[in-house]
């Protein structure tokens, strides 16, 4: 009676189309009703309702997995209809953790055995989708069965489960491959295209295992017309050549006749890629791919183009000739309208770029960066910039050219990468002397131009620029104008944090004008009018233009801006032309000395091995457990409280410096007892591990910016620097190539590039399949000397452990290695024998002769 | 292994059908389905015109005719480790997910063989065949693809059972 009056699922689909607002709720009644129907007992109500559900959760995303028992009722049903509805149900929404998987194994063992092939066909589609181990080792049997079929339907649809199953539960192999291997033997297309189907993923997983079957495969490699199989069958070829370099030979061969004689372009493409990436060694073959992949690069259908560039950028590591006799047509795919035809274009120009062409090339691409869309000038951008810097820039010989180049890219309107070229800009600043004058006039460019301040991906750019004319100062023409650009009023839309470095810039800058008239008036007698007109101009400028900035709200760029305010009040007296120099009160002279010598220490590039480098002293204990010294440190370290705080309480994390202080806080120990004792533990932790804290006060704020709070970095710092620069300067180049500063690994790449993908395969399952397919081919062949009937107390001569040795829970659950006779039951939970492990990889699978 | 997924969407981006052969949940089915069609369907806004010779292989009969397919852009799209090959017929959207190592070129083949299968049982194939019959559909799919690997290319085998069952019914 419920019959009548349930919606069929054509009913719900139409009814949905009809709905145009209130989807969610035409669902969730939907959803109410299967609910109801799905618990009656009349099947054909079950099945209608399940059918239902399963088109909600593949369309609209309904969970369905609380229907699995009844979709395991439903399945259970005699009529045909009936099952392929749930066991479509099942294959959607069962995954391993489906409470009721356990049930399902009957079932499914009785469609396998049964002898309606579709109720078979049905079985097998779904153990093929949600096969887990145990199903696997439960019907493993009845798969074995099924390979043997007399049906090719059956038969085919086996071969296509038999992968899943050796995938969940490898000790399959020995009991399913002879029968599979026999398959290959077919006449039959079906099944030959599915049997070589699982040869080819096997053959991905593990080459070497599948290696002694190699001459069935040559065998159909060279008889078959159907494109299908032969392009998996080159996908085999291609795994087993690698691991087998004499078999390219006797491959080469049949490969170069299909690439010359069909017209299938998929299979050309499958003959090329395999020749190139495996077979690279055989000339002939090789040049026959790379004629055919011209052939593809000047076809105008873009999918052509785009597997021609890609097969050439696999042959490019070992055969760049290709690449440079098609570089024209390359270059042309750089203008393609498809996005991925352009980007491969432009990794293929990046791997011809040599000492000779970078320029070249960059000019080519420059062109076309300004052309493009934004996306790919970036890309043009990021890849010109990581292949150049490659190896402390190894490809670059005119360093003025590339700097000038840097600059250009920044005026490349959609640049994006200010990073990048920052950071090349203080790179090259470090480790190339020779290109700093350059970099100067570059760097002074950027800054005077006011249109880059606006654009916020060049700031990166800028602060490097900035940076650069500070610490290079002494190379720059025309100080004074340096320093207008770095106060223009615009620089307000800067960033707080690069405001800071251009003041600390415009810092030096004055530092050095500074001394260099000092030092002219103490050599001359009497300085000129002009030269104190211009320092008095100089100075005068920098503080209108830094004095707002005083009251800036960001404590960086405040504290820096009243630090160059301070040092103009101080120095304006001296600049004053009576001045004697030679007077005790010319402090601003002293302090300017002092300055120059401080900012003339060159900052340079530190290995990152440095540290290692440097030689333990001796007598210093690295080793020891530093517990002890709370004995002696703990009256001295307590725990810092904000309001009782004192100068003479520092606490500074350098042991030295430690017993300095120790002498002077114990006098003033006494006095200085916090008021209130702490019982945090945050506070007990400082007590005893204060001396790893870092110092919690500020500095004295009238240091002026002088770094003596710190000299342990420095020196160690200028200690490291010496020791590597020296023995490491690179030989002049003979087209006298300026000094580039190299350390050992001291830059890793910082651009990655984007090709790295690896599969993911669990290694343990992995192992253990090949190991088995090993073995089951060696027991082949060793079986068909022998009779087959043997009784299983001889066994294998290759023992072997299986993955359980990985997986120890399982190891009560092993079944009988080697079957007695076909079509005899293995299942059950026999305990087998301890198998002792041979060293599997050791032993030399064999080539059958006729390959050789 | 082989292929990972199938998909088929119309151009406002519902799915029509979608078949796994893997184990992914739900959500992460409607994000990945979310992702990938809104690349493909970003590529192909910019086709002006779609004219369409095609090239398809006769693999069964062993004979072999060409037609060349002229897109306006690649088929082509990377999508995290794997990629997706894709092809668009009047409104819908065929996709598929593969490895890396996949032959792209068979895959663009296949798609178009599964075109021609389900024209060939349905006549005259549109979307509103595949959503009414989408168990058929999903049927035809299962004769074709075992467990990622292309098992069947021959049009007349794969429909066969259908037929037979459909008679039977």
Known sequence: MDNLFQRSLEDLIKGFRLQLLGESSFISRALEEIRREVKATDLSTKSTALHKLSYLAAIHGVDMSWAAFHALEVVSSSRFHHKRIGYQAITQSFHDQTSVLLLITNQLRKDLNSVNEYEVSLALECLSRIGTRDLARDLSPEVFTLLGSSKSFVRKKATGVVLRVFDKYPDAVKVCFKRLVENLETSDPQILSAVVGVFCELASKDPTSCLPLAPEFFKILVDSRNNWVLIKLLKIFSKLASVEPRLGRKVAEPICEHMKRTVAKSLVFECVRTVVSSLSDHEAAVELAVAKIREFLVEDDPNLKYLGLHALSIAAPKHLWAVLENKEAVVKALSDEDPNVKLEALHLLMAMVTEDNVSEISRILMNYALKSDPLFCNEIIISVLSVCSRNAYEIIVDFDWYVSLLGEMARIPHCQRGEEIEHQLIDIGMRVRDARPQLVRVSWALLIDPALLGNMFLHPILSAASWVSGEYVEFSKNPYELVEALVQPRTDLLPPYIRAIYIHSVFKVLVFCLGSYFSAQESSSGSSSTVYESILNLVNVIEIGVWPLSGAYDVEVQERAKNVLGFIGMAKQDIAKNVNLQDNDAEACRVTAFMEDMFSEELGPISANAQEKVCVPDGLELEENLGDLEEICGKFLKPVESDSVSCTDKISFSVSKLRIRDQQEASSSSTSLPAKASSSLLAEHRKRHGMYYLTSEKNDPDSNGTPKDYPPANDLASEILLDPLDPKRKAKHRKSRPVVVKLDEGGESRITTSQAKTKQESVTDDESLSRAIQSALLVNKKGKEREKCEGNSNLVVQEEETSRIEKPQNSEKKKKKKKKKNGERTSGKHRSRRRSEVASSSEQVEIPDLLL | ?169
């Open chain 2, 1 to 169: 292994m082989g292929i990972r997924f199938i998909l088929m969407v119309n151009k406002q981006g519902q799915t029509r059908l979608a078949q796994y052969y893997e184990w992914l949940t739900l959500e992460e089915r409607r994000a990945l389905e979310g992702e990938i069609v809104r690349k493909c369907l970003a590529r192909n806004d910019q086709q002006i015109r779609f004219e369409l010779m095609f090239e398809f292989l006769c693999s069964y009969a062993g004979v072999l005719a060409g037609w060349l397919a002229l897109n306006e852009q690649c088929s082509f799209v990377e999508h995290r480790n794997y990629k997706i090959v894709y092809r668009r017929y009047a409104s819908l959207f065929f996709m598929v997910g593969v490895d890396d190592d996949e032959n792209e070129l068979a895959i663009l083949e296949f798609i178009h063989l599964l075109v021609e299968t389900m024209d060939k049982h349905f006549g005259n194939v549109c979307e509103l065949d595949i959503m009414f019959h989408l168990e058929k559909a999903h049927f035809m799919l299962e004769e074709m693809v075992m467990n990622g690997c292309i098992v069947e290319t021959s049009k007349a085998n794969i429909l066969s059972p259908i037929q037979l069952m459909d008679k039977a019914h």
